[in-house]
């Protein structure tokens, strides 16, 4: 062959084989959990309009892939993270706090970069002899997202300071069972479980609800005295510092999704069923998102209520001395509490 047709004809080869590999070789792909609920909402929204992809090209990014899984109890939120197989999570404001306490100065630090929504939640149970927390008998079980760390964890063990004093704080956490909402759920609905009890969110809670034999012990918010955004969108050190812009794309998602679900909850509703198949209406749902103590916003509020309560009680070591010890920078600039 001639060697200036091999040698085009080897450059052309090059060309077509790089073009077919650049993609996988710059393949960007972003991991990111969420967990089961209503409150998870603004997630769902990013993920069905592709929002981050949207937001990262225009920031300069490029193409980006998102990879979206659904984890059911906080305990497998905090493995992610921990093992960096999650960029960005939905933890409870508790976990927040435990892996603040845990992680600040290290290496592997995670924290907060937002506040993602607050919705009244009960805790119910199908045993008609529980009108109070005082009636919880030894045979009962509560069903929580994580024992001991999980913000219902957290709040029963609120609840129970008041109703029998701070030395008993923990008097209810041997009857706690770590379990998802979905399953906690069927299981006070079915009434065929030993788990008769769950500190619930919604939906969940609307579907125990109207169950009939299903009552509802007390609601959080009167427990922490009003709403508080109780949960938060987590990250580590390492990804704000190796992809910032990454960080800058979520909470531009985030914000234009906060947007859309107060402009249009119906559509938001429609797109929260067609990704997470729960078995309620549009209706049901919009009704849910209009209760005026719902509040969707990356602006957290009333969360050191919960860090002051973990330090007192010992389940963090660490004092924060504002929110923002527990927030990265780049909340900073909102009006947080």
Do not use: C
Not at 31 to 49: A, D, N, W
Not at 214 to 225: I, K, Q, S
Not at 317 to 336: C, E, I, N, Q
């Amino acid at each position: 062959m001639n060697p200036l047709r091999f040698t085009t004809t080897l450059l052309a080869f090059l060309s077509v084989a790089l073009a077919a590999i650049a993609p996988a070789a710059h393949a960007q792909e972003i991991k990111i959990s969420r967990q089961f609920g209503l409150p998870y909402i603004p997630l769902v929204v990013m993920e069905q309009q592709q929002l981050i992809e949207k937001h990262a090209k225009q920031l300069g990014v490029g193409d980006v892939k998102t990879k979206w899984s659904t984890v059911g109890t906080s305990t497998a939120t905090l493995d992610g993270l921990l093992s960096g197989s999650i960029d960005f999570a939905s933890a409870g404001i508790t976990v927040v706090l435990t892996l603040w306490d845990k992680t600040v100065g290290t290496q592997n630090e995670i924290m907060a970069i937002s506040g993602i929504s607050s919705f009244p939640y009960p805790l119910v149970t199908n045993n008609p002899k529980v009108k109070t927390l005082k009636d919880f008998g030894p045979n009962d079980r509560i069903a929580v997202p994580a024992v001991k760390v999980s913000v219902q964890a957290i709040v029963l063990q609120m609840a129970a300071a008041k109703e029998f004093g701070a030395d008993k704080r923990t008097v209810l956490d041997a009857q706690t069972v770590s379990l998802s909402h979905p399953d906690a759920a069927i299981a006070v609905i079915s009434k065929r479980s030993e788990i008769n009890s769950h500190f619930s969110y919604p939906p969940y809670s609307q579907q125990e609800l109207k169950t009939p034999g299903v009552y509802t012990v007390l609601w959080a918010n009167d427990v922490t005295n009003g709403p508080a955004t109780t949960i938060e969108v987590v990250t580590s050190r390492r990804l704000l510092k190796e992809n910032p812009k990454w960080v800058d794309a979520f909470l531009a998602a985030q914000e234009e999704a906060n947007a859309f679900i107060a402009a249009k909850p119906r559509e938001a509703a429609q797109l929260y069923l067609a990704a997470t198949k729960e078995k309620m209406t549009v209706d049901e749902l919009a009704e849910i998102l209009a209760d005026p103590q719902v509040r969707i916003s990356t602006t957290p509020f009333n969360t050191m209520l919960f860090a002051n309560y973990m330090k007192e009680s010992g389940s963090i070591k660490k004092t924060p001395a504002s929110w923002k010890d527990y927030f990265f920078p780049v909340a900073h600039k909102l009006p947080g509490g």
